[in-house]
T-cell receptor, first 112, second 117 residues
Framework: GVTQSPTHLIKTRGQQVTLRCSSQ?????VSWYQQALGQGPQFIFQ???????GRGNFPPRFSGLQFPNDSSELNVNALELDDSALYLC?????????????FGPGTRLTVL | AQKVTQAQTEISVVEKEDVTLDCVYE???????LFWYKQPPSGELVFLIR??????QNEISGRYSWNFQKSTSSFNFTITASQVVDSAVYFC??????????????FGTGTRLQVTL
């Protein structure tokens, strides 16, 4: 399945953070979502074959990488208190919205 | 812009009761997908169903059933004979139909279902 690390993370305002996601085997598309407490997940961006393939309403300090083994990173610079959330990644076997997305358990980020 | 509204924040039922979770959506797209996901306390989103906007047939899967009504932009989810294991947060979501990307899901705010003995 999809795995994410770390499980929990505490940072202070202004710091930078890197979250990691390992896609399900054979999946070449990964999406990242931010879920604030009591809210539904919000789409951050999506990567396909190492290129960003769509972005939601998030500022440039949210950036990503996708590696040849289809694992992925989400980087957030200059952390703000509102960045505290559960960050979920989801992988799909290929492009096309008729392909199911498989979600990981998430990384809970707390910004103090 | 797409929007999904789940007006019920929390629902509490006693085991074996039936419960319906409401979902209303807005989209300018003429074709789209609708989804339901379950999020247990572990945090992982579990896929329950995807429905194409072309298909308004109701669907039943075991104790779960879904009622899609395009005329009212609703996609409601019913659990029959609820069980304690059904306790979770349930999300309704919407995405455009696109061959060039994986689904970019627009989620509602979720309904927390608590099933007690």
């Amino acid at each position: 399945g999809v795995t994410q690390s770390p499980t929990h993370l505490i940072k202070t305002r202004g710091q930078q953070v890197t979250l990691r996601c390992s896609s399900q085997s054979g999946h070449n598309t990964v999406s990242w979502y931010q879920q604030a407490l009591g809210q539904g997940p919000q789409f951050i961006f999506q990567y396909y074959r190492k290129e960003e393939n769509g972005r939601g309403n998030f500022p440039p300090r949210f950036s990503g990488l996708q590696f040849p083994n289809d694992s992925s990173e989400l980087n957030v610079n200059a952390l703000e208190l509102d960045d505290s959330a559960l960050y979920l990644c989801a992988s799909s076997p290929q492009l096309g919205s008729d392909n199911e997305q498989f979600f990981g358990p998430g990384t809970r980020l707390t910004v103090l | 812009a797409q929007k999904v509204t789940q007006a019920q924040t929390e629902i509490s039922v006693v085991e074996k009761e039936d419960v319906t979770l409401d979902c209303v959506y807005e989209t300018r797209d003429t074709t789209y997908y609708l989804f339901w996901y379950k999020q247990p306390p572990s945090g992982e989103l579990v896929f329950l169903i995807r429905r194409n906007s072309f298909d308004e047939q109701n669907e039943i899967s075991g104790r779960y059933s879904w009622n899609f009504q395009k005329s009212t932009s609703s996609f409601n989810f019913t659990i029959t004979a609820s069980q304690v294991v059904d306790s979770a947060v349930y999300f309704c979501a919407l995405s455009e139909i696109n061959t060039g990307t994986a689904s970019k899901l627009t989620f509602g705010t979720g309904t927390r279902l608590q099933v007690t003995l």
